[in-house]
């Protein structure tokens, strides 16, 4: 699958995508492709109580990217939490399944269950 | 203008109940009624603010059950979901009621039944809040206050002992609350040593899995004192929303849905953060304690934690935070909530607290949904 940020004409970007740009209202019309950038931890957890079907321990890290002067963040699983502090820079790496669908959720056609954890670098 | 009075309220016992939903909803409505003297066939309009009966029990239209449990048929009835902050918006849809003319007499009920779940199963039912591209992840409410704690005490130099003293001040003002779930004082090595939930929260950092139920009943000032002296007047209230996505918000120790429903509030009231003299927070984290007392003016942007160390918060402080023990000791039915934050207003203002009085004429309350996705600010007068 993708990991796509969405800019709209006044170069405001998000990740997701939204109907219009939460910043101007405007269409979002282009996509930029985070897979293959670097980006840095804006803040990290390691949550020990996780709901059913997801991995324990499960680290979590809001990662920032800097495009064109505007940054933009994703929230994604670290693949470790080892020397992992604010402003280490991580990359995406692909994961077919970031939870298991089988698993409490009760519509599992409702999400896409891949995506991209961060590794640090 | 007519005003909008609160003349009866009322909270069930938190905690663990064999009730469901209807029962506990029921519980507190006929107790709300019968405080002020009303039938249930007085009633023009009923709300009920609850988040999720369908999911966590698969009981859906509360709203008509209550309706005809308390006597009430006839009346316009309404179910207001607003995740944790039902209760809040459920206080905003019943002032609205009366403030527009469109019933003279409206109760309010919120209540929610969770803790026959697993906590890994309620803790999903709430994180289904959350949008997809974070929910994947496994993220849950808890993680999104790891998360932001972490920022928060990194930014401000804030030390983590200050947040188990919210949690050791919330249980001591939960001792002397009768409705608590945890009637019980917690040390600071317990509150800090207790196993990592969302790392650097621990346990006590994070309020409880809840069942209960909570009312208000609401009308105009006039007719309020054909009823009764002991009422209290809804001075302001303000609800404004945050970003779904919690990764996009460009300061994560801000919550804007907070600073803009107060200033809304605020300005509705001609009163200011300064005017305050108690509060009831939503401390469904301890870390949301210190971001509320900020956003809602009381401290500047980083100080909240100091407040804490100071005493300032303390029930024998200047501005006493969570007298009811807050969402920390007292439980946290999401529904119910936002309701008994206002009900611990009302017994405050009306010098009905026991011991846990305080004094004071103005009491605010900050209900938060989602992870500040949502929220209610409301201002509670004497009249």
Known sequence: MSFDAHRCPNGHVTYPGHTRCPECGEEQTETIDLTERTGTVVTWTTSTATPPGVREPNHLAIVEFEIDGESVRALGQLTTAEGVEIGSEVEPVYEDELRDPEAGIREPASHEWDGYRFEPV | ?383
């Open chain 2, 1 to 383: 203008m007519d005003r909008v009075a609160i003349i009866g309220a009322s909270m069930t016992e938190f905690g663990d109940r064999d009730a469901w939903v209807r029962a506990l909803l029921a519980e507190a409505g006929d107790a709300a009624l019968r405080d002020a003297g009303v039938d249930g066939d007085d009633l023009d309009h009923l709300y009920v603010s609850n988040m999720a009966s369908g999911e966590f029990e698969g009981q859906t239209g509360v709203p008509n059950a209550l309706a005809h449990d308390l006597g009430a048929l006839g009346a316009y009835t309404q179910r207001v979901d607003q995740t944790s902050a039902s209760g809040g918006a459920g206080i905003y849809a019943a002032w609205q009621s009366v403030a527009s003319g469109a019933s003279d007499m409206t109760l309010l009920v919120g209540g929610e039944k969770m803790t026959h779940k697993t906590t890994g199963e309620a803790t999903d039912v709430i994180a289904s809040l959350t949008h997809p591209v974070e929910y994947k992840h496994g993220v849950t409410l808890p993680s999104f206050a790891g998360l932001t704690a972490r920022k928060y005490l990194d930014e401000y130099d804030a030390p983590r002992e200050s947040l188990g003293k919210v949690a050791v001040k919330n249980h001591r003002n939960g001792v002397d609350n009768p409705h608590a779930q945890f009637r019980k004082e917690v040390d600071l090595e317990t509150a800090l040593d207790s196993p990592i939930v969302a790392d650097p929260l621990r346990l006590y950092d994070f309020c409880p899995i809840t069942d209960g139920s909570a009312a208000l009943l609401f009308c105009p000032e006039s007719v309020a004192e054909q009823y009764t002296d002991d009422y209290v007047v809804v001075s302001g209230i303000g609800g404004a929303t945050d970003t779904h996505v919690v990764h996009e918000r460009d300061d994560p120790t801000t919550m804007r849905g907070v600073v803009e429903s107060a200033d809304i509030a605020y300005e509705m009231a001609d009163r200011g953060p300064e005017d305050v003299d108690f509060a009831e927070l939503h401390d469904m984290f301890t870390i949301l304690e210190f971001l509320q007392s900020e956003d809602l003016g009381f401290f500047e942007k980083g100080e909240g934690w100091k407040a804490v160390e100071d005493g300032v918060t303390d029930r024998d402080g200047d501005l006493p935070i969570n007298t009811s023990g807050g969402l920390k000791s007292k439980g946290h039915p999401l529904g119910a909530s936002g309701v008994a934050q206002a009900y611990e207003l009302y017994v405050q203002l009306l010098g009905d607290a026991g011991d846990r009085q305080v004094d004071g004429s103005v009491g605010l309350a900050c209900n938060v949904g989602g992870f500040g996705n949502c929220v209610t600010t409301t201002i509670l007068e004497q009249p």
